[in-house]
């Protein structure tokens, strides 16, 4: 037997992930030797890495390696989640820049931190194995344990810091008794074969260790993606976590979790146990309800943010306990739409951000008068995550409900469209703050290019796919195939 | 036919232009902001006919099965006629002195425009229901931005019974869609399969309910005082005139379109609340001290007078309550326009301060006193044919309920004449500084109202051939088309 070798194609087509790979090197590098041109350049440096990056994704050929297959797929839905993952990269790079125009911190090591982040959610994205699923998932946690923590003068920061490793811990060990007990159960760790492993099992005490290990699975996946019972680190890690990382938090971890949901249980057991859906259907009864009542009390934008992400993560899982042909494409949609939304918002809060303690609402009071322009995208922002139509928001939830209809979870759909009437209720207050009037003295909204240059450039695409979502739609039907 | 995907677009440009144009100088603003409001009624008026049946249908989202499919038939036109005239008025009654960020303003309220020829027109469920929820979105910021002293509270209770009336009008959508056959939202196909569905009536009472709280049938009215109230005087002239319409539109069109046999079996209960609120809102108006607030009754009771119409199940009956839908639309907007241009000159809108008014201010005395008369369903008004031709219809049914319909009539000359005397007659008050009548180019704007007033009024067989309800279109469309 001849052991295969690495060829030049299978490099290629790992190419994103060593770009990212020697480019966080690279910037450990020059963070070590040369400071201070790295606090000048290294998001700029960063920027042309994840550029690189998005370039050999769009290119990379599909290795047929036997090397390389057991443990990474090669197919569009990775291509999709390699793409999503440097486009959020490139929205946390922008937000990281205008951030450390405002706050002194050493900037190499950051930016380290979020190219392995970035790596460990393209990991999760392309997984064929349990193991290269884990290995993602710690990839991703650990940088973010420590971009949690960043700011070391920050007290609110150590103590999410501390908060999120504790409970992201748990998490892990979840997760990994879980991949245990369901090897225990099916016999392999391989995706792909676990399937008809689970329809050939015949004895009852096998196929418990199965759905245990599946619902232990769930469970790890269900902290990492902040999920009503399982949030409980959310908000606090959201509000001390500095702003860049909450964004990432928000967008870039949640969706990595939702990426392992979409491989792991989406893709490769589809409707294996009802009894798994039911399961999943009560957590995104759970999350929706709770998010959404919690959300109406929040005063402190962050956490705020941290409780409309578990809102959303409930909506995500709709699709998820629905099960039909149409699931996965919602979903993708609904991931591309949410993620843009929330870093256009981010990008706003960015601007306004001048202390520690972050923004609250009250900053946001008479913002329309003060810098219209960013009042004026986080109000885009705002009524996408709302899902008003006609903003791409309403089509990804439309489309959600539509999967769950037609699955017959009907009372998913009215929970859903009721909590949405909350939502535009706490959405359009932070709006209509914008829009009142300011009696105070006015505080002065940073310009930091790169903010500005984030949210320019989502709200135009929301505003694209609100009116055009058809291509977007066509291209990720491609992934889902 | 891609005339009708111009006259959709052109407030969208209209928009804009208005925006891009702001940023450079307020100057001239509202005159072109009118002249691009204008442009849709131009369009309408050149090819009266020629709009019939023209269409517009490309497949918009095609994995959601959602197609921008947009047809006028003679129910539409009304409809369209309608937003033409008002949204210009409503643009043309802002005071642009006094008026903070025009631009957005005039942007806003020609975005409400394109969206309201997009909802009178669509006929894509999904597209539909984008359109109804939609155009919320525009009127919630004129109402914020532009309105009075508690303009957020106002904005805010608006939106949220607007959305909580429709928010499970998405669930009814995918019923409908699910139950049908075919994979597609176009509301012919699926009229024909509604009433099969097994959660037909569910799906219809939750449009019902949307329909109800926008329009507003009673009790779903809360709202409204405080909306009407507080908005701008564009706003309210958006939301009394067309807003409310869109509801009758949505009653007729799904309603009475898709679920007639349901409607015919509930028509008791609703002609019961319409007629209730019709008396309510009447007594109501009667009782108010503001003349805005007793107009915004007024109004209320008059859109309930129209659902009475279409809930008493008797063609003719239907037929004089969409034409009425028109000519409230109009009356209602030249009132709360004279109302604001009074407002504009005693700087309240209480009714026991100023008195006598007429002596300073002949002409827009005159002109509200011809307003209110069409309001009151004077014969040669417009308003007359449209009421008499509902309580025709109810007399047919049950004379004790038109008699108690009629009551309203009645109360209506009540409240409007005490309005009138309290303010414009009786001895005058002393003359105080800003008392000044209308001037020519206010005048400009009433007299063409006043002429469609008793155009409608003394020649109503035009409009009334457009007043059908779906059921009865089919054939009525047949006949108007050029052969």
């Known amino acids: 037997m001849t052991i295969p070798q690495l060829q030049a194609i299978d490099l290629l087509a790992l190419g994103p992930l060593l770009v990212l790979l020697f480019g966080a090197l690279l910037m450990l590098f020059i963070e070590s030797f040369f400071e201070k041109f790295a606090q000048k350049y290294s998001w700029v440096l960063t920027l042309a890495i994840l550029g690189l990056g998005l370039l050999s994704a769009a290119t990379a050929p599909a290795s047929e390696n036997a090397l390389l297959t057991p443990w990474l797929r090669f197919d569009d839905a990775a291509r999709f989640f390699t793409i999503l993952f440097l486009a959020i990269g490139f929205g946390c790079t922008l937000l990281a820049s205008s951030f450390f125009r405002v706050f002194q911190a050493s900037q190499g090591e950051y930016y380290f931190l979020l190219l392995s982040a970035i790596f460990g959610l393209i990991l999760i994205g392309g997984s064929a194995d349990y193991l290269t699923l884990f290995l993602g998932i710690e990839t991703l946690s650990l940088s973010l344990y420590i971009l949690t923590g960043f700011m070391k003068r920050w007290k609110l920061s ?22 245990a007990m369901m090897y225990g159960g099916a016999g392999t760790t391989r995706l792909d074969l676990l399937f008809s492993a689970y329809k050939k099992i015949t004895d009852s005490s096998e196929r418990t260790l199965f759905l245990a290990g599946a619902a232990f699975i769930t469970a790890g996946l269900a902290f990492k993606a902040a999920v009503v019972p399982f949030h409980i680190w959310a908000p606090d890690v959201y509000e001390g976590a500095p702003t860049p990382v909450t964004a990432f938090l928000a967008v870039g971890s949640k969706l990595g979790a939702f990426a392992a949901l979409y491989r792991v249980f989406l893709e490769e057991l589809p409707n294996f146990d009802a ?32 409780y409309s992400g578990i809102s959303h993560a409930g909506f995500m899982l709709i699709p998820i306990a629905a099960e039909t042909p149409a699931s996965a494409h919602a979903l993708l949609f609904y991931f591309v739409v949410y993620a843009a939304a929330t870093l256009c918002a981010f990008a706003v809060i960015s601007l306004l951000e001048k202390k520690p303690e972050g923004v609250t609402m009250h900053d946001l009071k008479g913002l329309y008068k003060r810098a219209p322009f960013a009042a004026g995208l986080l109000t885009l922002a705002l009524l996408t995550l709302a899902g008003v139509p006609p903003t791409a928001g309403f089509f990804a939830k439309f489309y959600l409900f539509k999967a769950a209809f037609q699955a017959g979870y009907i009372g998913l759909v009215i929970v859903g469209l009721l909590a949405t009437v909350v939502a535009i209720y706490y959405y359009l207050r932070m709006v209509a703050m ?8 006015e505080a002065v909204v ?19 796919l609100s009116v055009h979502p058809a291509p977007l739609l066509e291209v990720l039907s491609w992934a889902v195939k | 036919m891609h005339t009708l995907l111009n006259l959709f677009m052109i407030p969208f440009n209209g928009a804009f232009i208005v925006f891009v144009i702001g940023t450079a100088t307020s100057r001239h603003l509202k005159t072109v902001a009118a002249l691009l409001s204008l442009i849709p009624l131009a369009m309408l008026l050149t090819h009266p006919q020629g709009w019939l049946g023209s269409m517009v249908q490309v497949p918009w989202i095609p994995f959601l099965s959602i197609e921008f499919f947009l047809s006028v038939d003679g129910l539409s036109l009304l409809f369209l006629y309608l937003t033409a005239i008002i949204v210009p008025l409503s643009i043309l009654a802002v005071e642009s002195k006094h008026t903070p960020s025009q631009r957005t303003l005039f942007s806003l309220i020609l975005i409400l425009q394109g969206l309201l020829i997009g909802f009178f027109t669509s006929r894509d469920l999904a597209l539909f229901t984008i359109f109804w929820e939609a155009m919320l979105i525009p009127l919630y910021f004129i109402i914020a931005g532009w309105g009075k002293e508690h303009k957020e509270q ?12 429709s928010s499970l009008m998405v669930a009814a959508v995918l019923a409908l869609y699910f139950s049908g056959s075919h994979d597609s939202f176009n509301m012919d196909t699926l009229a024909s399969a509604a009433s099969a569905s097994r959660y037909a009536p569910f799906i219809c009472a939750v449009f019902l309910l949307a329909f ?67 008396l309510y809102a009447a007594l109501v108006a009667w009782k108010q001290n503001d003349y805005k607030r007793l107009i915004a009754y007024s109004s209320l ?12 199940w008797h063609e003719p009956a239907q037929t004089g309550a969409i034409l009425q839908a028109f000519n409230h639309g109009i009356t209602i907007g030249a009132l709360f326009l004279a109302a604001g241009w009074l407002e504009r000159r005693l700087g309240s809108t209480y009714m026991d301060g100023a008195m006598g008014l007429a002596k300073y201010m002949p002409r827009l005395c005159w002109i509200t006193m011809l307003f209110v008369l069409s309001s009151v369903a004077l014969p040669g008004t417009n308003n007359f044919i449209g009421e008499f031709m509902v309580l025709f219809g109810l007399f047919g049914q049950s004379g004790w309920l038109a008699a108690l319909l009629g009551l309203t009539v009645i109360l209506t000359v009540i409240y409007m004449l005490r309005f009138m005397q309290s303010i414009y007659f009786g001895k005058a008050s002393a003359y105080k500084h800003g008392w000044v009548d209308l001037a020519p180019k206010e005048l400009l704007l009433a007299v063409p109202l006043a002429f469609l007033i008793f155009w409608v009024g003394l020649h109503p067989g035009p409009l009334l051939s457009l007043s059908k309800t779906p059921t009865s279109a089919a ?9």
């Open chain 1, 158 to 179: 150590h103590e999410a810091a501390l908060k999120f490793f504790l409970m992201g811990a748990l998490a892990t060990a979840f997760l990994v008794y879980g991949i």
């Open chain 1, 275 to 306: 009894m798994w859906n039911q399961g999943i259907s009560v957590l995104a009864y759970l999350s929706i309800i709770y998010a959404n009542l919690l959300a109406l009390r929040q005063t402190h934008l962050k956490r705020f943010f941290a």
């Open chain 1, 434 to 441: 914008m829009f009142a009037v300011q009696e105070e003295k």
């Open chain 1, 446 to 464: 940073g310009v930091q290019w790169s903010a500005v240059v984030l949210g320019s450039v989502v709200a135009l695409f929301i505003a694209y």
């Open chain 2, 154 to 165: 106002a904005a805010m209770k608006f939106i949220i019974y607007m959305i909580a009336g």
């Open chain 2, 212 to 278: 109800a709280v926008k329009t507003p049938l009673f009790p779903f009215h809360a709202w409204l005082p405080d909306a009407y109230y507080q908005a701008p005087l564009a706003g309210t002239i958006l939301l009394s005139a067309i807003l409310s319409k869109a509801g009758i539109y949505g009653i007729a069109r799904i309603g009475i379109g898709f679920f007639p046999a349901l409607l015919k079996e509930w028509s008791p209960l609703l002609l019961g609340l319409a007629i209730a609120g019709t």
């Open chain 2, 301 to 312: 009771s008059h859109v309930n007078f129209i659902l009475a119409g279409l809930f008493v």
């Open chain 2, 475 to 483: 054939t009525a469309t047949a006949a108007l088309e050029p052969s």
